[in-house]
Nanobody, 124 residues
Framework: QVSLVESGGGLVPAGDSLRLSCTASPRTFSSYYVGWFRQTPAKERVFVAAISWSGAVYYQKSVKGRFKISREGANDTVYLQMDSLKPEDTAVYYC??????????????????WGQGTQVTVSS
């Protein structure tokens, strides 16, 4: 069993940046596929970005060029650097992970473990 904890959310004005962090215990992420999703009230959880154990990255079209997913050197933390934030980026952001190779990295059902989420609010 793996527990995921997200941190780094907050309230920022449009155009600002935030960096979200996802840590795992008791294991490291070294052999895991990790993704970030976001969810707004009354809507489904939506794919944002993902990184494979080998470092391949994937992004939702609306965040490509503004967000960057990466791993800490020791692979204990996965980051989501979010730049040029927009009000439409406002959501609860969730970290997800799986040891099994994705069937589809953009589908929530491809992940076995989830964090509790961190709120990101971007004011206009």
């Amino acid at each position: 069993q793996v527990s995921l904890v997200e941190s780094g959310g907050g309230l920022v004005p449009a155009g600002d940046s935030l960096r979200l962090s996802c840590t795992a215990s008791p294991r490291t992420f070294s052999s895991y596929y990790v993704g970030w999703f976001r969810q707004t009230p009354a809507k489904e959880r939506v794919f944002v970005a993902a990184i494979s154990w080998s470092g391949a990255v994937y992004y939702q079209k609306s965040v490509k060029g503004r967000f960057k997913i990466s791993r800490e050197g020791a692979n204990d933390t996965v980051y989501l650097q979010m730049d040029s934030l927009k009000p439409e980026d406002t959501a609860v952001y969730y970290c997800a992970a799986t040891r099994e190779e994705w069937s589809d990295e953009r589908t929530p059902g491809s992940y076995a473990f989830w964090g509790q989420g961190t709120q990101v609010t971007v004011s206009s």
